[in-house]
Nanobody, 123 residues
Framework: VQLQASGGGLVQAGGSLRLSCAASGRTFSTYAMGWFRQAPGKEREFVSAISRNFGSTSYADSVKGRFTISRELAKNTVYLQMNSLKPDDTAVYYC?????????????????WGQGTQVTVSS
């Protein structure tokens, strides 16, 4: 599966952005999808995931209540709605896909990655 992330940009603290990740290739519904981010000088970290089965969602504590992951199967697209953005949310955001629903918070379990989209939150 090929992944194309988009929707990043520059926003003021308190603002919102919606990231999109369009998938092509194999049937989108066979994959669990995740969002990760990497800030300069830091390791890549888990942000959110949505499971293949039942569309169950999970979030990092740092974004819980502010970010929402969703998917639109008809469009082979997963979204990350980001509200109440903070400067600490500044990072390159990556979408990823994997088969199976175990270990969704671990980046090493994902076999497919998009190219990343930059999110910058100014104070």
């Amino acid at each position: 599966v090929q992944l194309q992330a988009s929707g990043g940009g520059l926003v003021q603290a308190g603002g919102s952005l919606r990231l999109s990740c369009a998938a092509s290739g194999r049937t989108f519904s066979t994959y669990a999808m995740g969002w990760f981010r990497q800030a300069p000088g830091k390791e890549r970290e888990f942000v959110s995931a949505i499971s293949r089965n039942f569309g169950s969602t999970s979030y990092a504590d740092s974004v819980k209540g502010r970010f929402t992951i969703s998917r639109e199967l008809a469009k082979n697209t997963v979204y990350l709605q980001m509200n109440s953005l903070k400067p600490d949310d500044t990072a390159v955001y990556y979408c990823a896909a994997r088969e199976g629903d175990l270990g969704l918070k671990r980046s090493a379990t994902y076999g497919y990655w998009g190219q990343g989209t930059q999110v910058t939150v100014s104070s």
